[in-house]
């Protein structure tokens, strides 16, 4: 069966009887495979639901994870009634997902939107970060216990080193020799690299429900007011640190360039895009934030850039099986964005760190 008839199956097992228009495959996202499947509604208006073929290579347990992201959106729903949510369609046995063989299968409500991969604009940088603290807000009284990892050690940036260490020694696909300067250098940052990780260990930060992937392109923004309808991708909701979300925003929207830009020298973090998130982000959240949750927003950014570049080369070196690539060395490619990133972000630290408090004194 292709594409095209896989999806119109797995619609009408949503109950979904309209008309079947065909899809379009959208490019979001790293891992999971996503697509916009459009039916026409007997009135004669075109009607679009999103499928999603869940990657469960990278979610050992999906079923789990829809439980997650059940609470979670009945959760905001019911402190925001009337405002545009993520909806998960049911099958006939109450099911929000289809098995069928290897394939795990989802269904959402389309909303009308717009996303930015890389946003100049300061004002739609505010509102993301708005919006993601919002989301952590809506969340403050949501018992942690309640949701299971979906990847377990997800933000663990020391086991995401052991497991960097564990690829080196395997070497399965010969690329080792090729990625010398990049293991060196992420070898000398490796305690850095993890404060965040210890500090957690050490109970000195908070555990709280985070999004965990803060990427600027998982907030749908209203393409008239440009303020942030509805934040998605919830795959990796789960019992993390306020830090995770803020660093994983900033790495992201905060670099001069997309994170696989191969003009390494560009990339870099612009401080004004830094301001006008964490002015965005600290409205929402300063007021529940630890004095030490504050204090570490900066080393986040550099904490989470140098542990994606570790996953990064992770997969480079085990022969491409987590990440989506478009190149046999996109991984590579990636990897060396994101160490000029980081390496960028140590060099202003201070002036981030600095940042942080006049954000949060101007509250
Ligand atoms: C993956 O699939 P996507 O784009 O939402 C990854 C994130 C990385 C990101 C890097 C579950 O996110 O952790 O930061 O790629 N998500 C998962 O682009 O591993
Ligand atoms: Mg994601």
Redesign the pocket.
């Given at each position: 069966m292709d594409l095209y008839e896989k999806l119109l199956e797995v619609s009408r097992l949503f109950r979904i009887e309209y008309d079947y228009l065909g899809y379009e495959t959208i490019q979001?996202?790293?891992?999971?495979r996503t697509y916009k499947v459009n039916f026409m509604l007997p009135e004669g208006k075109p009607k679009s639901f999103l499928v999603q073929n869940v990657?469960t290579y990278?979610?050992r347990n999906p079923v789990g994870l829809m439980e997650n992201i059940d609470k979670v959106t009945e959760h905001i729903r019911r402190k925001k009634p009337g405002q545009t949510a993520l909806h998960f369609h049911h099958t006939a046995d109450r099911k929000t997902y289809v098995i069928d063989g290897e394939n795990f299968w989802r269904m959402t409500n389309y909303v009308p939107s717009v996303t930015y991969n890389v946003v100049k604009d300061l004002d739609i940088v505010r509102n993301a970060g708005m919006a993601f603290g919002e989301f952590q807000t809506e969340l403050m009284d949501f018992d942690i216990h309640e949701l299971i990892e979906?990847?377990p050690g997800?933000h663990n940036t020391r086991k995401r080193y052991e497991s960097l260490g564990e690829a080196i020694r395997l070497d399965p696909v010969g690329r080792v020799a090729q990625v010398g300067p990049e293991i060196r250098w992420l070898m000398e940052v490796q305690d850095l690299a993890c404060k965040l990780t210890d500090l957690q260990m050490a109970g000195e930060l908070p555990l709280r429900v985070t999004h965990?992937?803060t990427?600027i392109?998982?907030v749908l923004f209203d393409p008239q007011t440009n303020q942030g309808m509805v934040v998605i991708?919830l795959?990796?909701v789960m019992p993390g640190l306020m830090g995770h979300d803020f660093g994983?925003a900033i790495?992201?929207a905060g670099n001069f360039v997309e994170?696989?830009c191969p003009d390494y020298e560009k990339a870099g973090v612009d401080l004004e895009v830094f301001r006008a998130f964490a002015q965005g982000f600290l409205s929402q959240t300063a007021q529940s934030m630890t004095r030490k949750e504050l204090d570490t927003l900066s080393l986040s950014c550099f904490a989470?850039t140098a542990e994606?570049c570790v996953?990064?080369l992770d997969d480079y070196i085990r022969g491409d099986k987590?990440?989506?690539i478009n190149s046999p060395d996109h991984n590579l490619v990636?990897t060396r964005c994101q160490i000029a990133l980081a390496k960028d972000m140590l060099e202003k630290m201070a002036r981030m760190e600095q940042i942080v408090r006049e954000c949060a004194a101007q509250l």
């Open positions: 979001m996202g790293n891992v999971n990657n990278a979610f979906t990847i997800f965990n992937d990427k392109n998982n991708d795959d990796t994983d790495r992201f994170e696989d989470l994606l996953r990064f987590y990440f989506k990636r």
